[in-house]
């Protein structure tokens, strides 16, 4: 992900000021001063509402419920990260084509539209039909100066076990569909390697959901995350046995 880009208060901009007995402007454009004053506001203020909204997901119980129905999604995603790094899995992010995108964004269930996506390409290559992995859907709004532009992309988890990583890899990307890049730079749609031993799996959780209040705005479903079935099996049995939870 992109590091957020630093707003200075806009406190410290003063739009120019019109004398007292001088009537205001009639015509022509604000000026820019002013208008960049507004649009750092309103900046501020969509940040401070992320923010807010972002809060219980960041700080998730040290305990979660012992019973699997008892999770929410996002705990039952934070599982994952958990039991993913215990068995030394992997973290991903894929971008999608803006094709496949464009069909995510008109299903009333984005999450199982693209899991049927991956799970078609990983029945395709022997010894990856069963791995466990789990994911949530992601809407980055593009970054001032930046030059990266808003788009749909997921951010997950998985347990290759003995499986090929370059298999895997493959296999990801082709569930992100065709980004028509040239062959020398594809490796850049799918980016799959081990956990941060700095972040952790809570690190990872937190930015899974780093951009959920505008993800849910953007997606017509409310389904912004996925765990497999083989994923769900290891969860049941991760529930009594991983840290944090006794």
């Known amino acids: 992900?992109?590091?957020?880009?630093?707003?200075?208060?806009?406190?410290?901009?003063?739009?120019?000021?019109?004398?007292?007995?001088?009537?205001?402007?009639?015509?022509?454009?604000?000026?820019?001063?002013?208008?960049?004053?507004?649009?750092?506001?309103?900046?501020?203020?969509?940040?401070?509402?992320?923010?807010?909204?972002?809060?219980?997901?960041?700080?998730?119980?040290?305990?979660?419920?012992?019973?699997?129905?008892?999770?929410?999604?996002?705990?039952?995603?934070?599982?994952?990260?958990?039991?993913?790094?215990?068995?030394?899995?992997?973290?991903?992010?894929?971008?999608?084509?803006?094709?496949?995108?464009?069909?995510?964004?008109?299903?009333?269930?984005?999450s199982r539209f693209l899991s049927n996506r991956i799970n078609e390409e990983l029945r395709k290559t022997p010894g990856l039909s069963s791995i466990p992995y789990g994911f949530a859907i992601e809407f980055a709004p593009p970054r001032i100066h930046s030059g990266h532009h808003a788009r749909l992309h997921i951010h997950g988890v998985v347990i290759p076990g003995r499986a090929d990583h370059a298999a895997l890899r493959r296999a990801l990307r082709r569930a992100g569909g065709d980004m028509h890049m040239p062959h020398e730079a594809r490796g850049t749609q799918i980016d799959l390697r081990g956990f941060d031993p700095t972040r952790g799996a809570e690190g990872w959780f937190r930015y899974l959901v780093k951009d959920r209040s505008i993800t849910r705005q953007f997606l017509l479903g409310c389904h912004l995350s996925y765990i497999s079935n083989a994923m769900r099996d290891e969860l049941k049995c991760a529930l009594n046995i991983i840290p944090n939870n006794p």
């Open 1 to 110: 992900g992109d590091a957020r880009d630093t707003v200075s208060p806009v406190s410290d901009i003063h739009p120019p000021t019109t004398p007292r007995h001088s009537p205001p402007p009639t015509h022509g454009p604000a000026t820019p001063t002013v208008s960049l004053a507004i649009r750092l506001q309103r900046q501020l203020v969509e940040r401070a509402a992320r923010q807010r909204a972002a809060h219980e997901l960041f700080h998730p119980p040290a305990v979660l419920p012992k019973s699997w129905r008892n999770l929410n999604r996002d705990q039952k995603l934070l599982l994952a990260a958990r039991t993913a790094e215990a068995h030394r899995g992997l973290v991903f992010t894929l971008k999608l084509s803006l094709d496949t995108e464009r069909r995510a964004r008109a299903s009333s269930n984005p």
